[in-house]
């Protein structure tokens, strides 16, 4: 090897891990499954229903336990194309059990840098629900910050505006990307 080869093996021993570990650069983020809240409270007014409530960085749980038989999300950080499907979604116990309840839209939800002050939670369109919690979404998530550390996702219930349920549990998470892996 000549010292120019030398020099290039160098630089691009010290250049590209640093690249390659930025994820902005073409990262993509996928979750096998994705998973309901199980540890919700029906009623956030009450001391114990605060110790009962499993927030994700900045968002809240869902008032009511749920699970989802069949899921998985993906995003592409460098792009913001994104995509969720969810089987299954509905609520265990109360008198919705088995259904989505009220609920007929849903968002998913990236979350970037939990926990850090530069935490910041960025929406997908809201998309419908059905009655058996079937929803899907192809799109993309706008905005997605240049570092986006340990990225989580959460499908919440949608923000749009119910006029028979004005203030209810909008935007509070509902279930969650279980079995992350990125790839670049």
């Not at 096998?32 to 409270?41: D, L, Q, Y």
């Not at 869902?62 to 969720?84: D, E, I, Q, Y």
């Not at 609520?91 to 088995?98: D, K, P, R, T």
């Amino acid at each position: 090897m000549n010292k120019k080869s030398i020099k290039m093996a160098a630089l691009l021993g010290c250049v590209l891990p640093t690249l390659c570990a930025s994820p902005s650069l073409a990262a993509i983020v996928s979750w096998r499954s994705i998973v309901g809240v199980i540890t919700a409270p029906d009623d956030l007014t009450t001391d114990a229903a605060e110790n009962i409530n499993n927030p994700v960085g900045n968002v809240n749980s869902g008032t009511f336990p749920w699970s989802v038989r069949k899921g998985s999300a993906r995003v592409n950080l460098a792009t913001g194309m994104a995509s969720f499907k969810v089987r299954g979604l509905v609520i265990n116990g109360q008198s919705f059990s088995g259904t989505p309840g009220p609920v007929n839209a849903v968002t998913g939800t990236l979350v970037c840098n939990s926990g850090d002050q530069t935490e910041v939670a960025l929406d997908t369109s809201d998309v419908p629900i059905d009655g058996q919690g079937r929803a899907a979404f192809f799109g993309k998530i706008d905005n997605i910050p240049a570092t986006c550390a340990s990225p989580l996702f959460l499908v919440r219930i949608a923000t749009i505006a119910d006029p028979q349920n004005p203030n209810g549990a909008r935007g509070a998470w509902i279930a969650t990307g279980a079995e992350r892996s990125t790839r670049n």
